[in-house]
């Protein structure tokens, strides 16, 4: 694979965490959680089931490709510096359970 088109899937990539990253992030708990009531997130979790769920699937989703991204900026950079690749795809692996 050429370098341009790991670069364009490294990208591809991007894309989709940042996507997943705005509706697991952002877009489920604005319409979920009320910080001010727990009565209220609960029942609107109770109203929102689909909702509810597709968060906790796009939320895995999220963190696949987060997984994933390491490994192709990988094959992307171990040109230019193969430890400094190896390093950043340990330490991103770690951070996905912590």
């Known amino acids: ?5 790991t670069a364009r899937l490294a990208g591809f990539v ?6 997943t990253g ?5 877009y489920v ?4 959680i009320n910080m ?5 997130t609960v029942e609107n979790i109770s109203n929102n089931e689909l909702l509810f769920r597709t ?13 994933i991204l390491p490994f192709v900026l990988f094959k ?10 190896v390093m950043m795809v340990v330490l991103s692996v770690v951070s996905v359970p912590v």
């Open 55 to 67: 968060g906790i699937v796009v939320g895995i989703l999220s963190y696949i490709t987060y997984l």
């Open 36 to 40: 001010q009531d727990a009565v209220t």
């Open 14 to 19: 991007y894309l989709l965490l940042v996507i």
């Open 1 to 5: 694979m050429s370098n341009n088109t």
């Open 76 to 85: 992307l950079f171990q040109g230019i510096n193969r430890d400094v690749a």
């Open 22 to 26: 705005i509706y697991n992030l952002i």
């Open 29 to 32: 708990p604005s319409q979920l």
